[in-house]
């Protein structure tokens, strides 16, 4: 018998073999049933380090029902969700209040935008960066020592976020004057100022122009490539979660139909199905929205 050693081989050296990413969210069985509706039922969906996942769905399907379970603002009856942080630490979310599970590195946007509209948009983005500080917002109206370079800090971070999310010319308008595309970005700003891992994002799409989404679009990808955040992202609109989306997490009536690379779940006869069956079906591209 010859052997042959590598050695004697020609060529490169064979690439040693790449680690798969580690999963930075992990859902498994979450069920949630309010009264005898099953809004959620055995979902599982695993959100990867440096990834941006996408979770689509008809009307009702339980998109933000997840989010919801996901923050602490709903408990369901049945499942896991494990967030593993930046050590390997590994935090069971179930139970936890939604202000535990922000300290863990969890944001979030909502479908339905909730900013301090009397506030200017430096002013909502500070005070979210002020409740990440050790001494908190109170600490900085108590006038603490510690708590005025915490102030200083926030508030150029604050500052740094406008600029990320294009508001830098907009710091001192009410929240309420802006458009309802910036409105969105603030969000996100605030969002980001409490220093997140994961950032999950509500339908960021909802309302705005063509060129919005494009811009959107972009600066989804800045957050998760330059400041190496994980995005988990409901959205309707299917070109742009084609655009930025690694994976997609189909949700219809509850349940998870399909999963996988855009290009892949938008030809699944089940994901076809269940747009067909409702009037969500977009006819100007024959696929969902
Ligand atoms: N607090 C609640 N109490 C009772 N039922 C609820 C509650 N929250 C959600 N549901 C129900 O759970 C189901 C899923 O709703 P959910 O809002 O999660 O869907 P969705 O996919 O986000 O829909 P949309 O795309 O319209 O926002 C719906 O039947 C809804 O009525």
Redesign the pocket.
């Known amino acids: 018998m010859t052997t042959t050693t590598l050695a004697a081989r020609p060529g490169p050296a064979p690439a040693p073999a790449r680690s798969a990413p580690a999963p930075v969210l992990q859902v498994s069985g979450v069920t949630?049933r309010?009264?005898g509706?099953?809004?959620?039922c055995d979902v599982d969906l695993t959100v990867c380090r440096g990834e941006i996942h996408a979770v689509i769905?008809?009307?009702?399907?339980?998109?933000?029902?997840?989010?919801?379970s996901l923050t602490g603002a709903?408990a369901p009856q049945e499942g896991r969700v494990l967030l593993r942080t930046d050590g390997g630490t590994e935090h069971s979310l179930l139970g936890r209040k939604p202000h535990h599970i922000n300290r863990l590195g969890v944001a979030r946007t909502f479908?339905n935008i909730r900013l301090f509209a009397a506030l200017t948009a430096l002013e909502n983005v500070k005070v979210a960066a002020e409740s990440a500080t050790r001494s908190g917002p109170l600490g900085i109206v108590l006038g603490l020592p510690r708590a005025k370079a915490e102030e200083r800090a926030a508030e150029a971070r604050a500052q740094e976020l406008l600029a990320l999310v294009g508001l830098d010319g907009r710091s001192e308008e009410r929240a309420d004057s802006l458009s309802y595309g910036d409105q969105r970005r603030l969000e996100i700003a605030r969002a980001l100022a409490t220093g997140p891992r994961l950032l999950l994002l509500?339908?960021p799409a909802a309302g705005t122009n063509p060129t919005e989404k494009r811009e959107l679009a972009a600066l989804i990808r800045r957050i998760n490539r330059e400041l190496d955040i994980s995005v988990l992202l409901?959205e309707?609109d299917m070109p742009l979660v084609t655009s930025v989306a690694d994976r997609v997490t189909v949700?219809n009536f509850?349940r998870v139909i399909a999963s996988g690379p855009p290009s892949e779940v938008q030809r699944d006869p089940a994901v076809v199905e269940a747009y067909l069956g409702t009037s969500e079906t977009d006819s100007r591209q024959g696929e969902p929205r």
């Open positions: 949630l309010f009264g509706l099953v809004s959620l769905g008809p009307n009702g399907a339980g998109k933000t029902s997840l989010f919801n709903y479908q509500d339908e409901i309707h949700l509850g």
